[in-house]
């Protein structure tokens, strides 16, 4: 078996609930993993009672016999990279709206390049990232874990090409983002970036537009949205995907939980984004949304 195989059945494993088929693939995987000595029959044994049923969770079984999947986490920084891009596509296949299926067909078309683990420490990944993870656990365990085994591997960075007085102290201090896939990112790319993004609770990143088209996936909430100066702030939860038409304006106000999303740019990933003007960025920075 090759390390992609155990990757293919970890995800699997993982399979989201109700997909067709889904119970018989998490019952697949744990044969995988039970043949190389790593799950244990009893627990195997609760993945094919599982099996006919796609949306029955074995880890409610599991519990209810006071049994854990203790299989070990990716031990390899370039396996923990390629579990996380697994695990978005999988995440993203379960959205609906337009450019999901754009961002999926340039992750098929670019994943299986070469690894580069980066390490760079990030002030706002260490203090931001757990707890935004732990509110995805509740809903999203598997990816939650996939983003807490890669996150330390990826190369973690603020945004520094916004001119300081436009773009605002809160946000140039609050946000960091990693390329998962594209240009100088953990998996090569051209013309493409996936990646995630995170911005501390609170931040107003303020209204700005860029030539790529882009694909916002959050994956915590409430957060706010308004697409151009003088429109209303519109509240989203977690797993609403917004889709930003080239130059289209957007801006995000971060609620109580850590903005943590996946994003994808299509195309013109070279071009630069620009902050928009408008005058009412001070009462929306001083605004909170409610949890
Ligand atoms: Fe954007």
Not at 75 to 100: H, K, M, N, Q, S
Not at 204 to 217: I, K, Q, S, V
Not at 283 to 290: H, N
Request: proline share 12%.
């Amino acid at each position: 078996m090759t390390r992609v195989d155990d990757l293919r059945a970890r995800a699997d494993l993982h399979a989201a609930l109700g997909q067709p088929g889904s119970g018989r693939l998490r019952y697949a995987a744990a044969m995988h993993f039970h043949r190389k000595g790593l799950i244990a029959p009893e627990v195997l044994e609760v993945y094919r009672t599982c099996s006919p049923q796609d949306w029955e969770d074995p880890a409610g079984l599991l519990a209810a016999r006071g049994l854990t999947l203790d299989l070990p986490p990716p031990d390899t920084p370039d396996l923990a990279i390629r579990l996380l891009v697994e695990e978005i596509d999988r995440y993203l296949a379960t959205l609906p709206g337009p450019g999901v299926a754009e961002v999926r067909s340039l992750i098929a078309r670019w994943r299986d390049g070469p690894v580069t683990p980066a390490s760079a420490a990030n002030v706002v990944v260490g203090e931001h990232l757990p707890p935004a993870l732990a509110a995805l656990a509740q809903t999203h365990p598997a990816l939650a874990a996939a983003i807490r085994a890669g996150a330390p591997y990826l190369p973690w960075v603020t945004y520094d090409s916004y001119p300081p007085e436009q773009i605002g102290p809160s946000f140039r201090q609050g946000h960091a983002f990693a390329s998962l896939v594209g240009e100088g990112a953990a998996i090569p790319a051209e013309d493409f970036d996936l990646g995630l993004f995170l911005i501390a609770p609170h931040v107003l990143y303020r209204d700005h537009a860029h030539p790529a088209p882009e694909l916002y996936a959050p994956l915590t909430g409430p957060h706010g949205w308004r697409f151009g100066p003088g429109s209303p702030l519109i509240v989203k939860g977690p797993h609403e995907p917004v889709w930003n038409l080239p130059e289209a304006p957007h801006l995000t106000k971060v609620g109580p939980t850590p903005f943590l999303c996946v994003f994808g740019w299509t195309r013109d990933t070279r071009q630069p984004a620009h902050v928009i003007p408008a005058g009412d960025w001070a009462k929306l920075e001083a605004l909170r949304i409610e949890g």
